[in-house]
C-alpha cells in the first residue's frame, strides 16, 4: 500500500511543451522529496520541500508543497528530452526515517 | 567506493532456491534502508538499519525474507524459498544521519531479481 498517489501515471508530450506532475495523499507529511530516476539506477534527489506552502525552483523545475503539507506539484517549463525518466514524489512523517514513495509518473519528452 | 554499490545486479532463481542481496552503502552512513521496485511503480519500503540496529522491519512481505547490517556497514537481504511474486528490483539506499533525519538518500542501482 502506498501513501501517495501520483498523476498522470504515463505522461508523454514534445519537446518545449510545459507539463505538471501531481503527488496526493491524505495524510501529512513533515517533508517531501522528489526523485527522477533513470532506466537501470537508482533514483536520484532533486529537492526536499519542507514548509507547508514553500516553492522551490530548481532551474526549469518547479516544485511545490502544499499549504497542509498533504500534496505536492513539480512543473517542468519547456520539456527537453533529458529530462525522460521516472518522477517519484517521497513523504516523512513524523520523527520515522523511513521514505514512502509514491506510484511513479513516467515521463517521455520526444524530440 | 563514493556511491552505494548492490550486488548481484542481476540474479536469476529457480522457484523455491535461496538469494542473498549485498548492498555496501557509502562509508559512514548512518541509516540503510532496502526497498522493493516492481517494473514502473515507485519504490515500497522493505526495512530500515541504523548502525548495525534493524529499526523498522514492517515492510517485510513475508518470514522468508530477512535483512542483517552486523558490523553496521555490509548489509544482506536475503530471500528463503523464493517464489515468482518475489522477481522485482531490490533497491539499497543509505543516508548520513540517523533516526529523525530526512535528508537525502542515496540509491544503489538496485539487483533485479526473477524467479522462475
Known amino acids: 500500500t502506498q501513501l501517495l498517489e501520483q498523476s498522470p501515471q504515463f505522461l508523454s508530450i514534445q519537446e518545449g511543451e510545459n507539463l505538471t506532475v501531481y503527488c496526493n495523499s491524505s495524510?501529512?507529511?513533515?517533508?517531501l522529496q522528489w526523485y527522477r530516476q533513470e532506466p537501470g539506477e537508482g533514483p536520484v534527489l532533486l529537492v526536499t520541500v519542507v514548509t507547508g506552502g514553500e516553492v522551490k525552483k530548481l532551474k526549469r523545475l518547479t516544485f511545490q508543497f502544499g499549504d497542509a503539507r498533504k500534496d505536492s506539484s513539480l512543473h517542468i517549463t519547456a520539456a527537453q528530452p533529458g529530462d525522460t525518466g521516472l518522477y517519484l514524489c517521497a513523504g516523512a512523517q513524523g520523527g520515522a526515517n523511513n521514505l514512502f514513495f509514491g506510484t511513479g509518473t513516467r515521463l517521455t519528452v520526444i524530440p | 567506493g563514493a556511491g552505494v554499490s548492490q550486488s548481484p545486479r542481476y540474479k536469476v532463481a529457480k522457484r523455491g532456491q535461496d538469494v542473498a542481496l549485498r548492498c555496501d552503502p557509502i562509508s559512514g552512513h548512518v541509516s540503510l534502508f532496502w526497498y522493493q521496485q516492481a517494473l514502473g511503480q515507485g519504490p515500497e519500503f522493505l526495512t530500515y538499519?541504523?548502525?548495525?540496529?534493524?529499526?523498522?522491519k514492517s515492510g517485510l512481505p513475508s518470514d522468508r525474507f530477512f535483512a542483517e547490517r552486523p558490523e553496521g556497514s555490509v548489509s544482506t537481504l536475503k530471500i528463503q524459498r523464493t517464489q515468482q511474486e518475489d522477481s522485482a528490483v531490490y533497491l539499497c539506499?543509505?543516508?548520513?544521519?540517523?533516526?529523525?533525519?530526512?535528508?537525502?538518500?542515496?540509491f544503489g542501482e538496485g539487483s533485479r531479481l526473477t524467479v522462475l
Open positions: 539506499a543509505s543516508s548520513l544521519g540517523g533516526l529523525g533525519y530526512t535528508g537525502e538518500l542515496f
Open positions: 495524510s501529512v507529511f513533515s517533508s
Open positions: 538499519f541504523q548502525n548495525e540496529a534493524q529499526l523498522d
